[in-house]
């Protein structure tokens, strides 16, 4: 079954502790992005990657860190996790640019 | 920097009434312009999309129309039913080498029965 899976999908840590969110997509794709969802501000694009070894920053990238050392995968780094951002995390991908993007279930992080 | 704004934030309509959906976007360059549906507890899902070179597509009950002089796009649901219950987000991106993406806020739809 094509998807996207994240892990874990629920994490409650504490302020400065860091944390990785892993990402994988089983349908070859080139694109992937992470987004977080907040309420009240929709989805904001966090980092994207058009290919291996190819990421740049999306609206809100302080804070966070990625790498896209093989295609399938996107790991999102939290070096130092603060209060704000607790959040929903999202990952995505999609075979070309950031055309029909797939998203993941989520994952909803609190930092205490 | 790049934004797109999204209007009502909450909708609710009677069901087999229809529903529309605004959409304003900053940036020019844009030319892709796709619509999210995202079911509770869900990742978001792709319903529609337009690019720049077309002005309406539809889909069975959902339709997209793009103004790209006035830089805003619609989404338009008809014959609205209790599953079309979900927040919408909107989406402008340029599809060049520079594939950022700014999603408008969402809009709450209820459907009610």
């Known amino acids: 079954e094509a998807q996207v899976t994240q892990n874990p999908r629920y994490l409650i840590t504490v302020t400065g502790k860091k944390l990785t969110v892993t990402c994988s997509q089983n349908?070859?794709?080139?694109?992937m992005s992470w987004y977080r969802q907040d309420p009240g501000l929709g989805l904001r694009q966090i980092y994207y990657s058009m290919n291996v070894e190819v990421t740049d920053k999306g609206d809100v990238p302080e804070g966070y860190k990625v790498s896209r050392k093989e295609k399938r995968n996107f790991p999102l780094i939290l070096e130092s996790p603060s209060p704000n951002q607790t959040s929903l995390y999202f990952c995505?991908?999609?075979?070309?640019?950031?055309?029909?993007?797939?998203f993941g279930p989520g994952t909803r992080l609190t930092v205490t | 920097g790049e934004n797109v704004e999204q209007h009502p934030s909450t909708l609710s309509v009677q069901e087999g009434d229809s529903a529309v959906i605004k959409c304003t976007y900053s940036d020019s360059a844009s030319n892709y312009f796709p619509w999210y549906k995202q079911e509770l507890g869900k990742g978001p899902q792709l319903i529609i999309d337009i690019r720049s070179n077309v002005g309406e597509k539809k889909d069975q009950r959902i339709a997209v129309t793009l103004n790209k002089t006035a830089k805003h796009f619609s989404l338009h649901i008809t014959e609205t039913q209790p599953e079309d219950s979900a927040v919408y987000f909107c989406a402008a991106i340029r599809e060049t080498s520079y594939d950022k993406v700014i999603f408008g806020p969402g809009t709450s739809l209820s459907v009610i029965p």
């Open positions: 349908m070859n794709h080139e694109y």
């Open positions: 995505a991908s999609s075979s070309v640019g950031a055309g029909e993007q797939y």
